[in-house]
């Protein structure tokens, strides 16, 4: 019998504890659901299988489809290790609600657009309507910059304050949550990048609740592993989803985006090559980058 789903709130306070983070990894093909989740079964490792609003229309996948595809292959691998399906990026209140309503077990509101106060009461909402369904949330504080907009003169405007963090934390009731410390989403192509480990510490001191990292595609090993296994905890969570969706595009030759319906008409070697790309790049960084490997039994 397959077990049940996790949430983050199950997942994330015991890698905040033991020092590993745990990977969320974007599956923007259905086709990279069981790759991901086969990785994780061999290593015995926790995962977040996770998908943003922006990628279901980018790829033409509805989110029913998306929600019945992943639990036919959730069934079909049966893991022993503790899965969980997160709906990243989302600034709706109404899409949120499809989410926990359609299976997602945690979903992530991102109104860190809108000013703190706007925030906070948005976000407050999203918790309200999610906990009802027993479904975690993680919230943005700050802003998290796609690689496009890397170049500014104005990072410090962007990056996470730890006081408002406290407050934001404290009057959401939020899970987790995701903070700018000099990640960027997506690749970097000319400015290479730094964690800002004083403000991570400022904000482990003032913050509980476990802390999220955007953007987790080509950060060096180096930052990485000193990010997660800092004394205070450090982040727990740690979103990687251009270098896998590179690494799939790479195996198969192609340059261009894929609906995901195109994708399953390639001939099946093709298909089982990208699938073999995307797992072992899963692996690679839940041993070498997420620690997180044979941590599933923490969780027993």
Known sequence: MTQKLFTLKDLLPVAQKNHF?????????????????????????????????????????????????????????SPNVPVCLHLDHTNTLEFVQEAVSGGFSSVMIDASSRPLEENIAYTRQVVELARKRGVSVEAELG?????????????????????????????TGVDALAISIGTVHGVYFTKQPKIDFDRLEAIRKHVQIPLVLHGGSGIPVEQIRRAIQMDSGGVSKINIATELEMTLYESLGILERLPDVEFWKLPSQQIARAQDAVRELTKKKIKDYLLSDQKAYLYD
């Open 21 to 77: 983070a745990i990977g969320a990894f974007s599956a923007r093909f259905t086709g990279m659901i069981e790759p991901i989740i086969r990785a994780a079964l061999e290593l015995q490792s926790p995962v977040i299988v996770q998908i943003s609003k922006v990628e279901f229309s980018w790829y033409q996948i509805s989110l029913p489809y998306y929600v019945r595809k992943f639990h036919e292959i959730y069934s079909k691998v």
């Open 143 to 171: 802003r998290i910059l796609s690689s496009d907009k890397f170049e500014t003169t104005s990072e410090e405007e962007i990056f996470t304050d730890p006081l408002e963090a406290e407050r934001f934390a404290r009057e």
